[in-house]
């Protein structure tokens, strides 16, 4: 019988060529690992439809052309840029920036971090061998996934963040990307957190780039949480109009850990959001949260893996999904719970608004399950807002518009209220506020 | 939690050990050469007798075939079908009977083991249970006995052999055939629009309540056969009719193929209900065996305010690939999907529903209920969606599975695909969504909310199962009072 063999298209083709020609600058070790993911992407090429993990996003159609990687900019241009940078602007942080990409030093906190909080940059630790680059790529399921075969067959850039057992930081952690320039360029960094047994960080996390520039950002976050620690998480997507924007966070969480992520996103016409759970040690808790605020012919892809494999997990996954214009919004969500995850208790929840007649929601939350004695939901929803409610408020007084923005602000606020660090929490909201604002 | 004895107990009782059906009936076969070809297609083809068109399109379909590639996204693993080493078509050696009587008395013996009653004479004398129902019955390939088919005719319903019905309603067969399944539409849909030999051919006119219940009875008897048969159903205008499908298969230690197509057409106002025992051999405890049913079921509500209901209870088949569907093209339409799927032993289920959203305000609802035991893998796989066109779309979905033992699976993989905001659409996988009220009505009792959960599930599945005739109701009357307890999502 026939087999369909696909034609490589332009950008698959350009993708090739462009790794060959990064390979020189590689040392040896990360070079073989670069390799072999490479190779591994390149003998699938760019997921289409015809993926079932890329059913609704198809980057082979959306990534016509392969976009070279950005070169480091100069001094002035990321001074310029993180000038102008509003993802979690002015709350006390330490801060890590990267401009295009590219982690640049002299604005970045590197030294004179809190006890037990150290950062040093990737580049210096590929160098040296650093041990901890052993725990990059975390979880299985993460190194078998084409946008993350990307990141780290082009990986340029990125850090290594430890907290040492028994440290709570305080002082959250801001990891700013900031787009800039009027070529399009390609990034893809890495960031390490590893967090040791009864520590606890909060990281924050902003993308953001200009409009009508053509990028491609591809970050990946892995993180291990030691036992009992704690790992924070809140991550804006703010990024410019014309970006294709590509994220992954693998997360290996130990004996009775707690994960807190929330990932918000607003800008890029296209982007995929991935997180991929590992549960290793029992009595985890986990809560992952996730909004999405669409306008026109933007697409926003939250896809989830959380695999339990220890005894006793609590999983909460909150997704929600605002969309106006004719945007589409995607959830995909996965839950497995292996044969040892006995008592696993896991929920997961994708809500989305529908504000237009034009837009489209796709759904997809899949339970895979072989514990018997485990407490397991998920759920769907998806329709316009209330008219009961809206009706209320308005003879209340309010203006349809005040009206809708209120439900729709509620609706949002469900997955931002888990955010514990007030700052960041208050920095959602006043996006949430913005979106709606600018939408009126 | 984990599921409470009582649960365990019932599963167990319908174990496949306990496969009743697993004899074998000797009797002089006709059969097809081995394997498939254009050949084998006009073989079959001029066995039936068939006209000019239905010859083309069943080669159209075969060449088509040649060029497809069996699905592999179903959560299902098992060893290839080598198509060319099974007979496609296979029939009892004696001449089409005229009446009961001429009927091989060995495959009568068989309907009677079965309990499928085929004399309509003592129903009618009362000796029988007072519930009257007309049947097909299909032997492997061809439909042996339809039962009331004067009576039927009298209310103008037309209830027989769909190869009976391209003779005598040429006109009927080539508007519908291949409307709801094109023979383009998946790999064993295609197979099947090539080779089905047999299967039921109904048509209630318009306004007409059929006046009893329609069954067709499949049995797959001889070795190294496939069964492909194909049933059309068409409700016009007005009209109502339920429809009652079983089947069993004797126990064999390699795996015969079962590929299926059945088309449903309501016009306007029309309501369909269709319902499915499916007790196909399931294999032995180790995965010996067992038919691989690979069923393509659709219906097409193409009138406004038409319905169809399709409710299965599935416990047979080593392995399963069945997504019975409705498009919603009808202004107003509803579909229904209730289903009970118990897997045990190494079976693997991949089943759920479509309900394709088209037509303003159309509802449908997703009951779905998977059972799994010993080291079988059962899955849900549902997909609802609405088109931009389909105002006010509704869904309601539901599915529960429940574990029994720590050697199975359970598996849930609902695509929602939503393009109206006027759309509403729910989708849950936990017991919580029962009306308050009910269960309000129930704890006030003295229930315990467990009790009260089940108690209205089970009371709603029931009275989808009631519509099941005495014939089928023995495993399905156990499986109802399975209880919800330790389900999840």
Redesign the interface.
Known sequence: ???IQNLRTSAETGLSSLFEASRKSFGTEEAIAREEAFRFFEAAGLPSRRV?AFKYTDLRAAMKEAVPPAEAPSAEAAQTAVASAKGFAGLDAARLTFVNGHLIRNLSDLDGLPAGLTVTPLNDAMGKSDARLRLLAPVEQARENPVYQLNTAFLADGALISVAPGTKIERALHLRFIGSGSESFSTATRVLVDIGDDAEITLLESHEGPNGLTYQPNDALDVRVGKQAVFRHARLNREGNAAIALSTISVRLDDESRLETVNLVTGAVLSRHQIFMHVAGVNVNAVVNGAAMLGDGQLADSTLLADHAAVGGIGREMFKTVIDGNATGVFQGKIIVR?AA?QTDGKMKSD?L???????????????????????????????PDDDLLFYLMARGLPRAVAESLLVQAFVGEAIESVTHEGARAALIGEIEAWLAARA | ???VQETIDRVRSIDLDQYKYGFETTIEMEKSAKGISEDVVRFISAKKNEPAWLLEWRLDAYRRW????EPE?ARVSYDKVDYSDIYYYAAPKRPAAMSLDEIDPEILKTYEKLGIPLREVEVLEGIAPERRVAVDAVFDSVSVATTFKKELSKAGVIFMPISEAVQEYPELVQKYLGTVVPSTDNFFATLNSAVFSDGSFVYIPPGVRCPMELSTYFRINERDTGQFERTLIIADKGSYVSYLEGCTAPKRDDNQLHAAVVELVALDDAEIKYSTVQNWYPGDNEGKGGIYNFVTKRGDCRGDRSKISWTQVETGSAITWKYPSCILRGDESRGEFYSIAVSNGMQQVDSGTKMIHLGKNTTSRIISKGISAGRSQNTYRGLVSAH?KAKNARNFTNCD?L????????????????????????????TSKISEDQKFYCLQRGLSEEEATALIVNGFVRDVLQQLPMEFAVEAQKLISISLE?S??
């Open positions: 019988m026939a087999e079932e044969q006995q989305c529908l504000l237009s007649d034009e837009g489209q929601m796709m759904n997809k939350p899949e339970l895979e399950i072989f514990a018997d004695d485990v407490a397991c939901g998920h759920g769907a929803t998806c329709g316009a | 939690m984990p599921a040649l060029t497809m590639k996204w931009k599975s574990l029994i033992g720590d050697q199975c699976g359970a598996h849930t993989v609902p695509y929602i695909e939503s393009k109206n905001a006027s759309a509403v659409f729910e989708h849950e996988a936990t330790g999840v999502g």
